[in-house]
Protein backbone atom coordinates (compact mmCIF):
# COMPACT_ATOMS: atom_id res chain seq x y z
CA UNK A 1 0.00 0.00 0.00
CA UNK A 2 1.13 3.75 -0.87
CA UNK A 3 1.32 6.21 1.68
CA UNK A 4 0.21 9.45 1.54
CA UNK A 5 3.23 11.01 0.18
CA UNK A 6 3.90 8.60 -2.38
CA UNK A 7 0.38 9.16 -3.97
CA UNK A 8 0.67 13.03 -3.73
CA UNK A 9 4.40 12.80 -5.82
CA UNK A 10 2.67 10.44 -8.42
CA UNK A 11 -0.44 12.52 -8.89
CA UNK A 12 1.91 15.75 -8.75
CA UNK A 13 4.20 13.67 -11.86
CA UNK A 14 1.28 13.18 -14.18
CA UNK A 15 0.05 16.88 -13.71
CA UNK A 16 3.47 18.05 -14.88
CA UNK A 17 3.67 15.65 -17.76
CA UNK A 18 -0.26 16.92 -18.52
CA UNK A 19 1.19 20.61 -18.64
CA UNK A 20 4.33 19.71 -20.29
CA UNK A 21 2.59 18.27 -23.15
CA UNK A 22 -0.33 20.65 -23.04
CA UNK A 23 2.90 23.59 -23.83
CA UNK A 24 4.98 21.62 -26.74
CA UNK A 25 1.15 21.48 -28.44
CA UNK A 26 1.04 25.53 -27.78
CA UNK A 27 4.40 25.90 -29.22
CA UNK A 28 3.82 23.50 -32.14
CA UNK A 29 1.08 26.03 -33.22
CA UNK A 30 2.34 29.08 -32.86
CA UNK A 31 5.79 27.58 -34.96
CA UNK A 32 3.36 26.81 -37.56
CA UNK A 33 1.47 30.56 -37.33
CA UNK A 34 5.30 31.99 -37.69
CA UNK A 35 6.23 29.71 -40.35
CA UNK A 36 3.13 30.41 -42.83
CA UNK A 37 3.30 34.33 -41.42
CA UNK A 38 -0.57 34.18 -40.32
CA UNK A 39 -0.77 36.19 -37.47
CA UNK A 40 -4.47 36.86 -36.87
CA UNK A 41 -6.04 40.03 -37.81
CA UNK A 42 -9.37 41.57 -37.01
CA UNK A 43 -10.91 43.04 -40.30
CA UNK A 44 -12.66 46.18 -39.48
CA UNK A 45 -16.35 45.07 -39.65
CA UNK A 46 -15.54 42.65 -36.71
CA UNK A 47 -18.06 44.71 -34.50
CA UNK A 48 -20.70 45.37 -36.92
CA UNK A 49 -22.93 42.55 -35.22
CA UNK A 50 -22.37 44.54 -31.75
CA UNK A 51 -22.92 48.36 -32.09
CA UNK A 52 -25.62 50.02 -33.80
CA UNK A 53 -23.81 51.60 -37.16
CA UNK A 54 -26.53 54.98 -36.60
CA UNK A 55 -27.45 55.29 -33.50
CA UNK A 56 -30.58 56.93 -32.04
CA UNK A 57 -30.39 59.76 -29.28
CA UNK A 58 -33.22 60.72 -27.49
CA UNK A 59 -32.70 63.95 -26.31
CA UNK A 60 -33.25 67.87 -27.04
CA UNK A 61 -30.93 70.75 -26.94
CA UNK A 62 -34.05 73.18 -26.69
CA UNK A 63 -33.91 72.90 -23.39
CA UNK A 64 -30.87 74.63 -23.26
CA UNK A 65 -31.73 77.38 -25.53
CA UNK A 66 -34.83 78.41 -23.72
CA UNK A 67 -34.52 81.37 -22.08
CA UNK A 68 -34.76 81.24 -18.16
CA UNK A 69 -38.05 82.01 -16.93
CA UNK A 70 -38.58 85.26 -14.98
CA UNK A 71 -37.44 85.82 -10.81
CA UNK A 72 -41.44 86.97 -9.58
CA UNK A 73 -41.38 90.15 -8.83
CA UNK A 74 -41.31 91.52 -5.55
CA UNK A 75 -43.94 93.16 -3.73
CA UNK A 76 -43.97 96.77 -3.37
CA UNK A 77 -44.30 98.20 0.21
CA UNK A 78 -47.76 99.47 -0.03
CA UNK A 79 -48.67 95.73 -1.00
CA UNK A 80 -46.70 94.50 2.14
CA UNK A 81 -48.65 96.91 4.29
CA UNK A 82 -52.02 95.86 2.90
CA UNK A 83 -51.40 92.18 3.17
CA UNK A 84 -49.96 92.73 7.08
CA UNK A 85 -53.63 94.96 8.23
CA UNK A 86 -55.16 91.92 6.30
CA UNK A 87 -53.27 88.98 8.38
CA UNK A 88 -53.57 91.11 11.57
CA UNK A 89 -57.30 91.78 11.15
CA UNK A 90 -57.72 87.81 10.43
CA UNK A 91 -55.97 87.26 13.43
CA UNK A 92 -57.77 89.28 15.55
CA UNK A 93 -61.14 87.52 14.50
CA UNK A 94 -59.92 84.41 14.96
CA UNK A 95 -58.43 85.45 18.52
CA UNK A 96 -62.53 86.42 19.23
CA UNK A 97 -64.32 83.40 18.22
CA UNK A 98 -62.22 81.46 19.75
CA UNK A 99 -62.86 83.06 23.05
CA UNK A 100 -66.39 82.31 22.66
CA UNK A 101 -66.18 78.82 21.20
CA UNK A 102 -64.28 77.89 24.14
CA UNK A 103 -66.42 79.67 26.37
CA UNK A 104 -69.18 77.32 25.35
CA UNK A 105 -66.73 73.69 24.86
CA UNK A 106 -67.40 71.00 26.82
CA UNK A 107 -64.90 68.72 27.93
CA UNK A 108 -64.69 65.38 27.03
CA UNK A 109 -63.53 64.13 30.23
CA UNK A 110 -66.81 65.43 31.54
CA UNK A 111 -69.34 63.52 28.97
CA UNK A 112 -66.88 60.61 29.14
CA UNK A 113 -68.03 60.57 33.27
CA UNK A 114 -71.71 61.06 32.13
CA UNK A 115 -71.61 58.03 30.46
CA UNK A 116 -70.05 55.73 32.79
CA UNK A 117 -72.64 57.32 35.68
CA UNK A 118 -75.38 56.37 33.12
CA UNK A 119 -74.36 53.05 32.74
CA UNK A 120 -74.47 52.35 36.23
CA UNK A 121 -78.30 52.57 36.79
CA UNK A 122 -78.66 52.78 39.89
CA UNK A 123 -75.81 50.16 40.78
CA UNK A 124 -72.89 50.77 42.64
CA UNK A 125 -70.67 48.10 41.09
CA UNK A 126 -70.38 47.41 36.62
CA UNK A 127 -67.87 45.19 35.48
CA UNK A 128 -65.52 46.12 32.77
CA UNK A 129 -66.28 44.64 30.22
CA UNK A 130 -70.15 45.52 30.72
CA UNK A 131 -69.24 48.61 31.24
CA UNK A 132 -67.25 48.64 27.39
CA UNK A 133 -70.84 47.40 26.00
CA UNK A 134 -72.75 49.94 27.56
CA UNK A 135 -70.47 52.64 26.38
CA UNK A 136 -69.31 51.44 23.30
CA UNK A 137 -65.67 51.62 24.16
CA UNK A 138 -63.14 49.14 23.45
CA UNK A 139 -61.83 47.63 26.53
CA UNK A 140 -58.29 48.44 26.62
CA UNK A 141 -58.70 52.50 25.84
CA UNK A 142 -61.87 52.48 28.42
CA UNK A 143 -59.76 50.47 31.52
CA UNK A 144 -56.73 53.68 30.51
CA UNK A 145 -59.76 56.18 30.96
CA UNK A 146 -60.78 55.26 34.44
CA UNK A 147 -57.46 55.12 35.42
CA UNK A 148 -56.33 58.03 34.39
CA UNK A 149 -60.21 59.45 35.51
CA UNK A 150 -59.63 58.55 39.18
CA UNK A 151 -62.33 55.64 38.71
CA UNK A 152 -61.99 53.25 41.37
CA UNK A 153 -61.51 49.62 39.91
CA UNK A 154 -61.27 46.10 42.08
CA UNK A 155 -60.73 42.21 41.69
CA UNK A 156 -61.10 39.98 43.74
CA UNK A 157 -59.81 37.23 42.29
CA UNK A 158 -56.28 37.24 40.21
CA UNK A 159 -58.02 36.44 36.82
CA UNK A 160 -61.12 37.12 37.84
CA UNK A 161 -63.31 40.10 36.28
CA UNK A 162 -62.57 43.86 37.08
CA UNK A 163 -65.12 45.70 38.51
CA UNK A 164 -65.91 49.23 38.24
CA UNK A 165 -66.59 51.08 41.17
CA UNK A 166 -69.49 54.28 41.56
CA UNK A 167 -67.29 57.02 43.37
CA UNK A 168 -71.18 58.82 44.23
CA UNK A 169 -72.97 55.80 45.41
CA UNK A 170 -70.45 54.25 47.42
CA UNK A 171 -69.14 50.63 47.42
Known amino acids: MNSLAEQLHHAG ?54 PLPRAPQQPTQRQRAAVTREVEQAISDAEAAGAVAVAHAEEPIDVFNRRVRAAFAGRNRVGLLELAEQTGEQPNGLLIRLLLGGWRLEQTEFYGEVEVLCPSLGA
Open 13 to 66: AEILVDTERFCDRAHQDLDRLEVKDKYPVLSDGWLDGLIDPEPVYHFSLDSLIE
